[in-house]
């Protein structure tokens, strides 16, 4: 079984990650993690990879190449997305991007969703309910890879990422390099710490002209997901 774990930047990729492989080490499997860093690296991992393996495999562009290959009855999708504006604000804050740039960059990258959406046996995964409803995404999740776990066990995970989320080292969707981990029932590796989840940090980050520019720039965005003005 492979996961494809991906979706708008900077929103919560990080956080998934982390809980797909806690929800396999609890049931003490042995599995691969990836993270793509650019389209070659994916379509590289995407051509290399054995659906008959455990792997996690994260990424934020999605390539006709996935798409191709989510078909597969091994591959389970995830998809993240988040309130544009604040995408806006972290691309400019982690990515140390211009505010153009960053706008622009988020364009391209809603433009994917409904391809994304498409895609058979996806589950789509708000930003928001990684704050607000963790313990029942997380048993979601862990449904969605055949895994049914204990309510103490989801409740356990919930309990992880919080310190996870707590740690004071804590690092951005993209900080984190690509590596492969091998992990099974003896031998386990400490998962990355994970950016703080904010929700609305555009209202505190952009100036005033920027925010009036990206409520109305996505205003068609906010009106069809629901994000207050």
């Known amino acids: 079984m492979i996961i494809f774990n991906f979706g708008i930047p900077n929103s919560g990729t990080d956080w998934s990650q982390a809980v797909f492989q806690k929800i396999w080490q609890h049931q003490s499997l042995e599995f691969r993690v990836e993270k793509a860093n650019s389209v070659e690296e994916l379509n590289q991992l995407i051509g290399t990879m054995d659906v008959n393996e455990r792997l996690i495999l994260q990424f934020d562009f999605l390539t006709e190449e996935a798409v191709s290959a989510a078909q597969d009855d091994a591959i389970r999708p995830f998809y993240h997305y988040r309130d544009p504006r604040d995408v806006v604000c972290a691309e400019m804050e982690f990515q140390d991007m211009s505010f153009a740039d960053a706008v622009d960059q988020t364009v391209a990258a809603y433009q994917e969703i409904h391809h994304a959406?498409?895609?058979?046996?996806?589950?789509?995964?708000?930003?928001?309910?990684?704050?607000?409803?963790?313990?029942?995404?997380?048993?979601?999740?862990?449904?969605?890879?055949?895994?049914?776990?204990?309510?103490?066990?989801?409740?356990?995970?919930?309990?992880?990422?919080?310190?996870?989320?707590?740690?004071?080292?804590?690092?951005?969707?993209?900080?984190?390099?690509?590596?492969?981990?091998?992990?099974?029932g003896e031998h386990t590796v400490d998962t990355e710490p994970i950016q703080p989840l904010m929700i609305g940090k555009w209202r505190n980050r952009l100036s005033q002209s920027e925010q009036a520019m990206v409520t109305r720039f996505f205003k068609p965005l906010v009106t069809q997901f629901g994000y207050g003005e």
């Open 117 to 184: 959406l498409c895609l058979p046996g996806i589950m789509v995964i708000p930003y928001e309910h990684l704050l607000k409803n963790a313990e029942g995404l997380i048993f979601q999740m862990a449904t969605k890879l055949g895994v049914l776990l204990k309510l103490d066990d989801v409740e356990a995970i919930a309990q992880e990422m919080n310190v996870l989320l707590m740690a004071p080292a804590a690092v951005s969707d993209t900080a984190v390099t690509s590596a492969a981990l091998r992990i099974d």
